[in-house]
């Protein structure tokens, strides 16, 4: 018996250390990168390599773990960095943001700015606005990333990071289950870690440089190992949440925002329930760290902003500020109320549709699931089944019953109802992706104290196959678009290769000018104006289509469907004549 415990002790410390360590890896690497940029430095090739070597350093010195355990993890870690950074390599950034000023910030970094002490990137005059976003909007996942592709040397290798932070939340929730819920069986709580970790929001977005999926992965691996250190006694899930404060502020102003609040108050929930000793100290400490990552981590733009323009959060406020979000605003959901907006996208399946005011609630369409699978969908950003999940999980929620332990459980979720209305834009999935652990609570609750009738049983798995379904359709439509983007870019690469002399476009499609630098593709920038055609993908391509033979060897697949096809449209800037 005492083999077994030891073994089952082992495998539970060998899955905590796996999670930890990738997790420690871009956040150490992104601690390195402040202090370089501190002391005059810029992102070299020698940051992240050094960052992995401290951190499996620390992670090895843990006495706790017995050391066949600790270099097994290593390996196990090692492997999953060398494989996801081959496949991310491979995939291509297919979203508009991440090709556009995430890709080019990435870019700057790499080829030697530094925001501290230089506040101006070195763009062309021809591309202006995207200055404004590169230097003045937080950039913490830019520069972690810009260590991976310093050391790398491609520009696609830097989203290997997002697959890190999603892996380590699976296991961080499966350890979870493990100690809250010892009884349940293996492979539901596997199931179960599965569809908590893959939000439909982070499927859509973890293979691009957009940034909001951090929202969700880093909230709950952040809470998570708040559980473990007070109520367990870990006391290194407190080293990693303190970097996460160190970095969180760097991401975006509404995602620190969002995880500070939640964050702060489950840590005050959990730290009078545990009766921690230190509290104070503990609290002071905390309270330090996110000032030093504002004030270091986040100099430039929340303080540089603040003295250049009156607002830390500039663009978005301030002298000078940008509205993004009027143009975003789907016809559905226009003139309504934060509270309105909220609900409706809650209930509506996934729709980008700006000419229709048409919304669907039940059932499910072929529009439906092209949406779905969007980086940035409008509304609907849960998934098709989302709202039918909502609804059995109440259902599962009053028939658990046990009202006096219910009000734990219902104060969490009228906190939840309440975020979508407290910052603008509740609408929008991506900008409230926490949400997405609604029917989560219920489901929780249920797990514990219910489930003890056939019904419930069979309810809560409908649950979770809903949601099963939901992520099934964005991880296979993530699959045939990455797919399919791949082998258009090549495509287009490939003709503009066998042209004759310099590529002349105009784009703001920084991924897609880094892949023409790579392969040594002369290329000139030239306005708009004077591009007459535009290329149609999610960070478009101005350019003269006649310049190049893009009619014969199509690859195979883009001739498969129509939709898959090369799509051309006139630029309707252009100024030039019609030959």
């Given at each position: ?182 009884t349940m069986n293996k492979y539901l709580r596997i199931w179960i870690a599965l569809v908590v970790a ?151 399946n996934p729709s980008d549709d700006m000419l229709s005011e048409d919304i669907h609630v039940f059932g ?207 630029n309707n800037r252009y100024e030039g004549q019609d030959e």
């Amino acid at each position: 018996m005492k083999f077994f415990h030891c073994f089952s002790t082992d495998k539970t410390a060998s899955m905590e250390s796996f999670a930890r360590l990738l997790i420690a890896i871009p956040l150490v690497s992104y601690v390195l990168a402040v202090l370089s940029l501190w002391v005059g430095l810029q992102i070299n090739s020698f940051i992240f390599p050094i960052a992995v070597c401290i951190s499996v350093l620390w992670e090895c010195s843990d006495r706790r773990i017995r050391g066949c355990v600790r270099w097994t993890t290593t390996v196990a870690v090692l492997v999953v960095l060398s494989v996801t950074l081959g496949l991310s390599a491979c995939i291509y950034d297919r979203s508009f943001d991440g090709q556009w000023y995430h890709a080019c910030t990435i870019r700057e970094l790499v080829n030697g700015w530094n925001p501290i002490y230089s506040f101006a990137c070195s763009l062309t005059p021809i591309d202006g606005y995207t200055v404004l976003w590169v230097e003045h909007y937080p950039r913490g996942i830019e520069t972690i990333a810009a260590t991976i592709v310093s050391c790398m040397g491609n520009l696609d290798a830097g989203k290997a990071l997002n697959l890190w932070f999603v892996f380590s939340s699976i296991v961080y929730i499966y350890l979870f289950l493990c100690y809250c819920l010892p009884t349940m069986n293996k492979y539901l709580r596997i199931w179960i870690a599965l569809v908590v970790a893959l939000n439909p929001v982070v499927i859509n977005q973890m293979c691009t440089y957009y940034i909001d999926w951090t929202l969700y992965t880093l909230l709950v691996i952040f809470l998570i190992n708040m559980y473990l250190f007070f109520v367990k006694g870990i006391q290194r899930t407190l080293h990693i949440d303190l970097l996460l404060l160190f970095f969180i502020p760097a991401i975006k102003f509404n995602i620190f925002f969002w995880v500070v609040l939640w964050g702060g108050i489950c840590f005050f929930a959990l730290l009078r329930k545990s009766r921690y000793k230190h509290s104070f100290r503990l609290t002071a400490v905390c309270a330090v760290v996110v000032l030093l990552g504002i004030g270091v981590g986040a100099y430039n733009p929340y303080l540089t902003n603040w003295k250049e323009h009156g607002s830390p959060v500039y663009p978005l406020s301030g002298n000078g500020k940008v509205d993004i979000m009027d143009c975003q605003v789907l016809p559905a959901i226009r003139g309504k109320s934060n509270a309105e907006a909220a609900l409706i996208s809650v209930a509506s399946n996934p729709s980008d549709d700006m000419l229709s005011e048409d919304i669907h609630v039940f059932g499910i369409s072929k529009i439906d699931i092209l949406s779905s699978v969007a980086s940035d969908v409008r509304i609907g950003g849960f998934g098709i089944f989302f709202f039918e999940a909502i609804l059995l999980s109440i259902v599962l929620f009053v028939c658990t019953g046990h009202i006096r332990r219910m009000r734990w459980y219902l104060s969490v979720l009228v906190g939840l109802l309440v975020s979508l209305v407290i910052l603008p834009s509740g609408w929008w999935a991506r900008y409230v992706a926490f949400f997405y652990l609604f029917p989560f609570v219920m489901l929780f609750y249920a797990e514990r104290f219910g489930l003890k009738t056939r019904f419930s049983r069979g309810l809560h798995i409908l649950i979770l196959s809903l949601l099963s379904a939901d992520i099934f359709i964005c991880l296979s439509g993530l699959a045939v678009k990455n797919i399919v983007y791949k082998e258009t870019i090549d495509y287009v690469l490939e003709k503009m290769e066998s042209s004759p002399g310099e590529a002349k476009l105009y784009t703001r499609n920084y991924s897609f000018l880094d892949k023409l630098e790579r392969r040594s593709i002369p290329y000139k920038l030239f306005p708009d104006t004077e591009m007459k055609d535009k290329l149609d993908i999610p960070c478009p391509i101005y350019m003269n289509r006649t310049d190049f033979d893009f009619e014969t060897d199509q690859p195979w697949i883009l001739s498969l469907r129509p939709s898959f096809q090369l799509k051309w449209s006139d630029n309707n800037r252009y100024e030039g004549q019609d030959e």
